[in-house]
Every structure is written in C-alpha cells, then in structure tokens.
DNA sequence: GCCTTGTAGTTAACATGTGAATTACATCTT
DNA sequence: AAGATGTAATTCACATGTTAACTACAAGGC
C-alpha cells in the first residue's frame, strides 16, 4: 500500500475539513469575545447540567491543563461557578452561570442559521450520512481496536 | 431546527475523529521529536518539490505565523533549506534537506503500517468514501457557497 | 495508624493556533 | 522618480495543545 499522499490522508482531510467549517462561526464567537474551546465550554454545561472538570473535558474534547486555564478565565468573567465536592476535596463541580446562559441563547439563532446553511450547501442526507461515518469512525479506533 | 447538540455536531465530530487517528501517530513521532505540523511539512516539500512559505501553508494547512516557527527550528535541525528568490527579496524558496529526505524514509514504513490498521479496523471502501465526503464537504464549504 | 497506590487537578515548559500590527519589497500610478 | 497601493513574511500578544512532573487528597493493605 502507498503512503498516502498528503492530498488524500485522514489526518489532514480531517483538519480540513474542521477549518472550512469552523471558519463559518468564528466571527460569531469574535463578536463577543469568546473562544471556540471557551463555546464549546459553556455548550457542554449548558446541555448536561454541573459537571466535574475531568468529565467536563472529556465532552468538550479539551485536556485538562486547558481546560485548567479555561475554567479560570470563564470563572473571571463569571460564565461559570465552581463548588468543591464534598466528602471529595479534589473534586469540584463546574456550573453555567446566568451569564452564560443567557450568552448561549443570544448566540443560539445565528448559530442555527449557520448550521442550516452548512447542511444546505453540503446536503443535509450526506451531512447526516457523514456524521454517522465520523462517529463509526470514532467508535471503531476508540474500542481497542 | 434544533441547535445540534455537542454530542452530534459536525465541529465536534471531526475534532474527535481526528484525535483518535492522530493517536495512532503520535507515539513514532514521539520517538523521532518531531512534532505532527514539522512533520506535515517534510511530507508537503518531499512529495512537491521546493515551495514558497505562503504555498507551503496552504498545503500543510498551517497558518503562516506557525509556518515561520516551525521553519525556524527545522532549519537548525536541517531537515529544511531556505534559499532567497532572486528577483523577489521578499520571497524564499524552502526545500527539504537530504536528512529530511533519511528521516521519511525512515518513518514510510511505521507509517504505512498505521494507515493499514486503520483502514483495517474501520474498513477500506468505508475509508474511501469518508475521504470522499470530507472533500466534497471542503469543495462545498471553500467554494464561495 | 502508617504506607502504598491511585486519582483529580494543577503547574511547568515548550509548540502551535489565531488575529492584528509591522516590516520589507514590489508594483502601479502619475 | 516619488508616492500610493499591494503582497510575502515576520513579529507580537494571547489562548490552546501537549507531555511530564507535581500537589492534594482518597482508598486500601499491612
């Protein structure tokens, strides 16, 4: 089998791909001053309630070191609470604030809007086709393969 | 419609999909120190040649303030060469090195043997078509949609 | 109870991502 | 030829990615 030329390889079709698609919302997020990481933060919080960090970086696909530096900057613009566990002192739950609530639903018909326009131009049959593909993906290299 | 969920949206799922494949990859590269974008790079210039720092970012998909680091530390390695364009004192042409050269042929194999158990594990017709579909999405994303 | 082992989170060090500003040249215009 | 405009590359500032080391705490074994 040849290598794979770098215009056909996984890793950068991938890449790719995420950056044409990202380059869609990052205005959206510039206008109010977040970063993507810190969006997808908030997302996460948002739709499954207080978390702890390890849990909550692993949804949002962070590691914790960022996530670290994260949580501390959402922290200062209070988008997000932080409350030690107890019987658990290395433990703490990380919780969306009002703020970041209300930031999520100002933010939600645009981000629709843009969602919709990608599904369009891209077919929404193949963007769900492509979805299912990315997460058989995801599953058949993640289950010790 | 609804705001996808982070559990299914396209952002997310080509992140997750590229994390676990890159996986795979991280460990040789480990081995050699060198990091995943230096080696894009020595890829991009092996399979096409000499090319200017702009092309070459566009290839390897690495923004340019990125493209200067990473040049910089592969010119003290010598993996790379740089060599000014006359006629143009802005421009340089940038060239992989004969140690560039030893240190891809060195990896072809390991790496062939990665990009097979891969195809392997996930399929190689449900391979080609994910390829298929991530680069009709980037056509259909990057052409003036 | 003390010691080992394990776990959650943080810190450190360095590389890259990202947008904005800057420098160095080229080219165009008049 | 001087000035305006455009382009290639770099620099700056800050955020995140990445690995390794470290701290703080918990649970189990002796």
Request: net charge negative; aromatic share 4%.
């Amino acid at each position: 089998m040849l290598p794979p030329s770098t215009r056909r390889s996984l890793p950068m079709a991938l890449l790719r791909a995420r950056e044409v698609i990202m380059a869609h919302f990052r205005p959206m997020l510039a206008r109010h001053d977040i970063t993507e990481q810190q969006w997808r933060v908030l997302r996460v919080l948002a739709e499954t309630g207080p978390l702890e960090a390890t849990e909550l970086a692993n949804r949002a696909s962070i590691l914790p070191p960022s996530l670290t530096r994260i949580i501390k900057a959402m922290e200062e613009r209070e988008f997000i609470t932080r409350n030690k566990v107890k019987d658990d002192g290395r433990r703490a739950l990380l919780a969306i604030s009002p703020a970041g609530v209300a930031l999520i639903e100002e933010l939600a018909p645009e981000r629709i809007a843009i969602y919709d326009a990608i599904e369009k131009r891209y077919g929404a049959e193949e963007h769900e086709r492509l979805l299912d593909m990315l997460e058989s993906l995801i599953q058949s290299e993640s289950t010790e393969g």
